[in-house]
């Protein structure tokens, strides 16, 4: 499986963004997709998940509310409004095929810069 985010950029507080993940190759058997975050400094971190079938998706509690993860087809959005300064950090998109280790494909980052 291979992931392709796109989407980052500048935004000023309170603004908004939208990133999308394409995944390609096969992904027949993708269980879920999600989005992870890293900020500078920082460890990586959860941001949301959406099971292949649309049906089911969770946040992060810092996110709930204010992002929306989607999917259509092989392509998967993350809806994020109400951007916030500590909402800065790389965005990476990953994919769960059902191997031991949860997400087992991972997207190259795209940056999302929040300027107060």
């Keep these: 499986v291979q992931l392709q985010a796109s989407g980052g950029g500048l935004v000023q507080a309170g ?3 939208r990133l999308s993940c394409v995944a390609s190759g096969r992904t027949f058997g993708t269980i879920r997709m999600g989005w992870y975050r890293q900020a500078p400094g920082k460890d990586r971190e959860f ?3 959406i099971w292949w079938s649309g049906r089911s ?4 509690d ?6 929306t993860i989607s ?3 092989n392509t998967v959005y ?3 409004n109400s951007l916030k300064a500590e909402d800065t950090a790389v965005y990476y ?6 191997g031991p280790n949860g997400m087992d494909y991972w997207g190259k980052g795209t940056l999302v810069t929040v300027s107060s």
Aim: overall charge positive.
């Design 62 to 67: 810092s996110v709930k509310g204010r992002f």
């Design 71 to 73: 999917k259509a087809e």
């Design 93 to 98: 998109c990953a994919a769960d095929t059902g």
């Design 47 to 49: 941001v949301a998940v």
């Design 78 to 80: 993350l809806q994020m």
């Design 57 to 60: 998706a969770y946040y992060a």
């Design 15 to 17: 603004g908004s963004l």
